[in-house]
């Protein structure tokens, strides 16, 4: 069982930086777009930065989702695109870390990104009475990590299906391949990745899905599931490996997947902690997505 003091250090890890100042982002960087355009639910008067809760800035109670292009330098471009899903626990949104970083990077190595801000459930304004809510989803959580996992947002797995065919009826537009559409989501975000699999009409799943660090249990994979890029710690306090089933069951439907599985890191890594392998996060799953043929210079 997690002490207090470890279950308060993953609290302020679920809930990380916003997006910085765009001229530091490092990639060229368009305005959000509303997810469902005029028809887009929710206010942006609704978010809360919790900064002063955390000592870390993040965003709660996202009621108006938004997708967000980072995009290659120009001439960099190979053609595939990726929409990224943050985590925080349903509860929050770790925007910067597991959002804005990890798009920037996959725009550094030419895959157009899009961080998507879906919706959320909602948290208290008071942040004493928010910080009990998470605590209390941390905990219960740390007592039983082997119990089975839902997807308790559904209204973040309409967003991510609306994401991928925002991204696809615009890819002219943003000069990817529709075909070469897919995911990379971080804890929630991963469940959300998975959910969009799991729950797509045909044709409407995402060519390939980087799945970091989230639930390791057995689903049911549909046929002509895409590719899978699994990545955890063996540290990892909410989610255990317990024999990777996820994996094993991509394996036994015949279906592409790769297992990275580091040494150390806990839960909520992002892009790597320093002096540990799982820095090498993002370029694993580039070259990753380079064998299985999505990046353009694979492609014939």
């Not at 549909?222 to 899978?228: E, K, Q």
Request: no cysteine; charged share 15%; hydrophobic share 45%.
């Amino acid at each position: 069982m997690l002490k207090a003091g470890r279950i308060a250090i993953m609290a302020a890890a679920v809930l990380l930086p916003v997006q910085p100042a765009l001229a530091e982002a490092g990639a060229p960087v368009s305005a959000a777009i509303p997810l469902y355009g005029a028809r887009t639910p929710g206010s942006l008067a609704s978010e809360i930065d919790d900064s002063a809760l955390f000592g870390h800035p993040g965003l709660r109670n996202v009621t108006y989702p938004t997708l967000t292009p980072v995009l290659p330098a120009r001439g960099t471009a190979n053609g595939a695109a990726a929409v990224v899903l943050p985590g925080g626990g349903f509860m929050g949104l770790s925007i910067e870390d597991e959002g804005f970083a990890v798009a920037r990077g996959l725009a550094a190595r030419g895959v157009t990104a899009f961080v998507l801000k879906y919706r959320l459930l909602p948290t208290p304004a008071d942040p004493a009475a928010a910080r009990k809510a998470l605590m209390d989803m941390l905990t219960s959580r740390a007592r039983d990590p082997s119990k089975p996992i839902e997807i308790k947002d559904p209204e973040a797995t309409d967003d991510a299906h609306a994401a991928m065919a925002m991204v696809r009826a615009d890819a002219a537009k943003w000069g990817v391949d529709p075909a070469r559409v897919g995911m990379i989501g971080f804890s929630a975000g991963a469940m959300t990745s998975l959910n969009a699999i799991l729950t797509a009409k045909p044709g409407a799943e995402p060519a390939f899905v980087g799945y970091v660090y989230g639930p390791q249990d057995r689903v049911a994979v549909p046929p002509g599931a895409p590719p899978l890029f699994d990545a955890i710690a063996f540290d990892d306090p909410l989610f255990p490996g317990m024999g990777f089933q996820i994996t094993a069951a991509w394996r036994e439907a015949k279906r592409p997947v790769e297992l990275h599985v580091y040494q150390s890191g806990g839960h909520g890594f992002g892009l790597g902690r320093p002096g540990t392998t799982n820095m090498l996060l993002l370029d694993e799953f580039t070259a990753w997505l380079s064998m299985q043929g999505f990046l353009a210079a694979q492609r014939k």
